[in-house]
């Protein structure tokens, strides 16, 4: 007796929202039972991780805080798994957009350059685009994998921030920290909620996840990208050309990693620091996933691991959980994820026939 | 120790860890398919070693039992991407991620502790020769073992109907199937093999290499043996070559850093993924050619 999956002929837009809900309560129980075998309140670990970042005010505009970057990122990778061009280096191309951006308080540290902020984002949205399209071009020229090149470069750009952080960008006066100047205040992002650390970041992630939404459901482009993605042959034969994806993949990768890592330089960070490399690209690709690379989906996962984070952050303290159960919690999350939208989308059908 | 010998001992402990989880994933990638976990399977591998060999003070349970959890784990990635088809980039950082995620939360009340390391071996008449026997022939027991074990790996992947079927399986998994074999089988074998490595090769880097449990100490070497399988295009003789070569390199940082050459010790931790671009490159411009 065979085991086969059949795709179903449509999914039902009730599938896929019980995917992602069906996801997150195995997930909870998977932990709880966990949490209780290591001998942690699992309890009081769920309680901080699902409902601590949303009873003060101040935890919610951290979530709000961590949103925007992951947003962001994720929109931008998600055009490219829609078409089969894993970007998996955005953690590179984010790193990139940081330092990019940096380069000017660091040689204007006074805040004496007219158009700072602008000019900050602009070169890191650039950085980071070039930074991806390195991938780009091995990939169409030379048909090197994208998946491996943007892994490496991610490898080498965080070599490049501890060059720059350990040699000529140290702040002289820091005490010997690898860590630049702080930067002036025109070189800082405008809060964008008073008395919280929640910047206009959250606008720029919102406004990309029109522009995506606008882009794949309504434009040809995004036809194109979602048809190479579905059947790549079919996308052959209508001329769709294979390389322009890429590359349009890529540079939209690597630009939204770009202005997100500007602005974590220019926002809460308030210079650059090694701690600017802390897995956000990583991050935004289990983001993407689990948002069904859907650009509506992907503003509710984003809020969700965003939370997690922020929850993560509550339970070290009330459960002695480490920072990491919150990797735990998002590995489990995209894996039990990957399973049920698995199991929605398709039947499982035994095959009686004996193989002949 | 002189500098030569430092390096000489150093260089294939170093490797070490590296080589095993690149020649477990190397299997993996020859039936067709990419697993990116490495990293979280050998932190898993690395804590389930450590607690074990804390406790019972056997090297040996440690190893084994680091072996089963890079499985286990692995077994994971065979369920998602073998069995229900899942993307297989998702589902592999998806183990990373629990994988690191797991080994902290296990490791966490073993923070900075240290266990022994294993007692190094001389092999009888090889480490009277002077100057390099006595540092490059007295290793530990891994060490000898995993000299043995790739061997057999070559031999078997080289020599045997079973590395052919495994090839089969990675070029054309539809001939494979046609004739009979069970592609998802072969593969779901892959994979647990693979994990089983990595699982291994972090119970040396926690367990040997430097016998203590701290957080995010597999740092990048799992990425590294991703990188080392393309720099050793697939082929055993040219992994180990690497794994060497990346393992002196890694050696190199960190006497340069002691020593304080001009030279930034960050250029040469990117080495081995600028070298593994190019390569990647060079491999990838000839399969164009000679399938154009």
């Known amino acids: ?356 | 120790m002189s500098g030569l010998e430092f390096l000489l001992a150093g260089t294939l402990a170093a490797a070490l860890p590296m080589l095993l989880a690149a020649l477990g994933e190397m299997v993996v990638e020859k039936t067709g398919l990419l697993n990116l976990g490495l990293e979280g399977m050998m932190a898993l591998g690395a804590a389930i070693a450590f607690i074990c060999v804390y406790h019972s003070g056997s090297h040996g349970l440690g190893f084994l039992a680091a072996a089963f959890a890079g499985a286990l784990l692995s077994m994971l990635f065979a369920i998602l991407v073998i069995g229900v088809r899942a993307n297989a980039v998702a589902t592999g950082l998806a183990v990373g991620v629990l994988g690191l995620g797991l080994s902290a939360l296990f490791g966490k009340s073993y923070e900075s502790l240290t266990v022994d390391g294993l007692p190094e071996i001389g092999l009888p008449v090889l480490s009277q020769i002077p100057l390099v026997g006595p540092t490059l022939f007295t290793q530990d027991i891994v060490v000898w073992l995993t000299i043995l074990g790739t061997v057999g790996l070559w031999y078997v992947l080289n020599r045997t109907k079973l590395g052919l079927i495994i090839s089969a399986v990675g070029e054309n998994a539809e001939a494979a199937r046609a004739i009979g074999y069970q592609v998802g089988a072969i593969r779901c074998a892959a994979v647990g093999f693979g994990g089983a490595l990595c699982g291994l090769a972090g119970a040396y880097a926690s367990t040997v290499y430097t016998p203590l449990w701290a957080d995010g100490m597999i740092a990048g070497r799992g990425w590294i043996a991703l990188a080392l399988v393309v720099f050793g295009t697939w082929k055993t003789g040219r992994v180990v070559f690497g794994a060497l070569l990346f393992g002196l390199l890694s050696l190199g940082e960190l006497t340069a850093q002691a020593v304080g050459v001009g030279l930034p010790s960050q250029l040469l931790s990117s080495l081995p993924y600028i070298v593994t671009i190019l390569m990647l490159t060079v491999i990838s411009s000839r399969g164009l050619k000679s399938r154009t």
């Open chain 1, 1 to 356: 007796m065979k085991v086969r999956l059949v795709r179903r002929d449509s999914a039902s837009r009730m599938a896929m929202l019980a995917a992602p809900v069906l996801a997150l309560v195995l997930t909870c129980l998977t932990s709880l039972i966990l949490f209780a075998a290591l001998g942690k309140p699992a309890g009081v670990a769920l309680h901080a991780l699902l409902l601590k970042p949303f009873l003060s005010w101040y935890s919610f505009s951290e979530v709000l805080l961590k949103t925007a970057p992951l947003l962001l990122i994720a929109q931008g990778l998600a055009i490219g798994f829609r078409a089969n061009v894993f970007n998996i280096g955005a953690e590179g191309q984010f790193v990139i957009g940081a330092i990019c951006a940096s380069a000017f308080p660091v040689y204007f540290p006074n805040g004496d350059l007219p158009m700072m902020l602008p000019a900050m984002i602009i070169c890191g949205a650039l950085g980071g685009m070039a930074y991806a399209l390195i991938a780009a071009a091995l990939r169409t020229r030379f048909g090197a994998s994208e998946i491996l090149v943007t892994l490496m470069l991610t490898l080498i750009a965080i070599q490049i921030l501890n060059y720059l952080l350990l040699g000529p960008w140290k702040d002289p006066r820091g005490f010997n920290f690898p860590q630049t100047v702080m930067f002036p205040f025109n070189a800082l992002l405008p809060i964008l909620i008073e008395g919280t650390r929640t910047n206009i970041s959250l606008i720029f992630a919102l406004v990309a996840s029109v522009f995506t939404y606008l882009m794949m459901q309504h434009h040809f482009g995004g036809y194109q990208l979602r048809t190479a993605g579905l059947a790549p042959k079919a996308a052959l034969y209508a001329g769709f050309s294979a390389p322009r994806l890429i590359w349009i993949s890529l540079a939209f990768g690597g630009l939204a990693a770009g202005i997100a890592g500007a602005s974590e330089v220019a926002g809460p960070l308030g210079q650059l620091q090694r701690s600017v490399a802390t897995g956000y690209g990583f991050a935004a690709i289990i983001v993407a996933y689990l948002g069904g690379l859907n650009p509506i989906g992907i503003v509710i996962s984003s809020f969700i691991i965003s939370a997690l984070y922020i929850g993560g952050d509550s339970a070290t303290v009330s459960a002695g959980l480490p920072v990491a159960a919150v990797e735990v919690f998002q590995g489990m999350l995209l894996g039990f994820y990957l399973l049920t939208f698995t199991l929605i989308r398709y039947r499982i059908e035994f095959d009686r026939r004996i193989a002949a």
